[in-house]
C-alpha cells in the first residue's frame, strides 16, 4: 500500500494520506502534493535518508533564488555492494535538461541523476503537471523533464544531502526492452531525436561496455520492429560501440581485465563535483 506522509513542520502531527494501495508511486505522490498544505514539498522514500542540513540548505537557497523552482543535490548511494557518490556530473543549467540526460556528452558516460530524494521544490509545481501514474520506473526524471520543458529552473548542487538505497535487482526487474522503447518514445515527444541517442548512447552504451550481446541484439531487434530510423549520427554511434562490444567479449573469454574506456571532463550541461 503506498502512504504519503505529511508532516510540514516538527511540532506538527504527522498526517498519513492512503492510496488505497496498488496504484503506483506516481499517484502515491501525487496524492500527497494535493493534499499538502505547506509552501514546499520534498520527497522522502522508506529507505532513503535526508542528511541533518539538507532541508536547511534547500530552503535557504529557495528563498535566496526566486528563479529556481526545483532544488536537488547530490547523494550517497548505498547498495549491497557499498556505497558511491551521484552524479558524476552535476546539472548546472547551462543545458537543456534532456540534453543533459541524453545528448551526445551521455556517450562519454559518467553518472547524470537527479535523485527524487534530494528533490526540494515549490508545492504549486507538483501537480503542474503531476507524476504520470502509468510509468513503473522513471516518473521522477519524466516529471523533471516536463517541468524543464516549461522553462522551470532546476538547481543541483554538488553537496551531498541524502543517502539514497539502491538495489539493483529491483532496478533490473522494472526494466525491459518494452519499457525502453516506451522511454524512448517519450523522449522524442520532448525533442526530436533525443530517443535515438538514449537508445544508443544510454542503453546501448551499458550493454556495450558490459560485453552483453544477447541484451545487444535484443535492444536492436526491438528498434527494428518498431520501425525507428536513427539518424545517421546515432547510427555511427551505435557502430562505435559495436566495436567496444565485441572488444569486450573477447576479453572477458580470454579473462583479461578490460582498460578503462576513456573520458574527458569537458561536458556540455554539468560539471563534476
Not at 52 to 72: C, F, K, N, S
Not at 191 to 218: M, P, Y
Request: aromatic share 8%.
Amino acid at each position: 500500500m503506498q502512504v504519503s506522509v505529511l508532516a510540514p513542520r516538527r511540532s506538527a502531527k504527522v498526517r498519513e494520506v492512503f492510496s488505497g494501495g496498488h496504484r503506483g508511486i506516481g499517484y502515491a505522490r501525487n496524492l500527497g502534493v494535493e493534499s499538502a498544505q505547506g509552501e514546499l514539498i520534498a520527497y522522502l522514500d522508506d529507505d532513503d535518508i535526508w542528511l541533518p542540513h539538507h532541508l536547511h540548505a534547500a530552503v535557504a537557497t529557495l528563498r535566496a533564488r526566486q528563479d529556481v523552482a526545483i532544488y536537488a543535490c547530490s547523494a550517497l548511494i548505498a547498495h549491497p555492494e557499498g556505497a558511491r557518490r551521484a552524479p558524476k556530473v552535476v546539472y548546472n543549467g547551462r543545458g537543456s535538461l534532456i540534453d543533459f540526460f541524453a545528448g551526445r556528452w551521455a556517450l562519454l558516460a559518467r553518472e547524470r541523476t537527479i535523485p527524487c530524494t534530494t528533490w526540494v521544490f515549490r508545492r504549486d509545481l507538483g501537480l503542474d503537471p503531476g507524476m504520470d501514474p502509468s510509468l513503473t520506473d522513471r516518473m521522477d526524471i519524466w516529471w523533471l523533464l516536463q517541468q524543464a520543458s516549461l522553462g522551470r529552473r532546476i538547481l543541483q548542487s554538488a553537496e551531498v544531502g541524502t543517502v539514497w538505497y539502491e538495489d539493483p535487482k529491483r532496478t533490473a526487474a522494472r526494466w525491459s526492452l518494452e519499457v525502453t522503447l516506451d522511454w524512448a518514445r517519450r523522449l522524442d515527444t520532448l525533442k526530436h531525436g533525443a530517443g535515438d541517442r538514449f537508445l544508443v548512447a544510454v542503453t546501448g552504451r551499458r550493454l556495450a561496455r558490459a560485453g552483453d550481446q544477447s541484451g545487444w541484439e535484443d535492444l536492436w531487434r526491438g528498434v527494428a520492429r518498431s520501425n525507428r530510423r536513427l539518424t545517421r549520427e546515432v547510427c555511427w554511434e551505435r557502430r562505435l560501440l559495436s566495436s567496444v562490444l565485441r572488444a569486450r567479449s573477447a576479453t572477458r573469454s580470454s579473462n583479461i581485465q578490460p582498460s578503462p574506456v576513456p573520458r574527458t571532463d569537458d561536458e556540455a550541461g554539468g560539471v563534476e563535483p
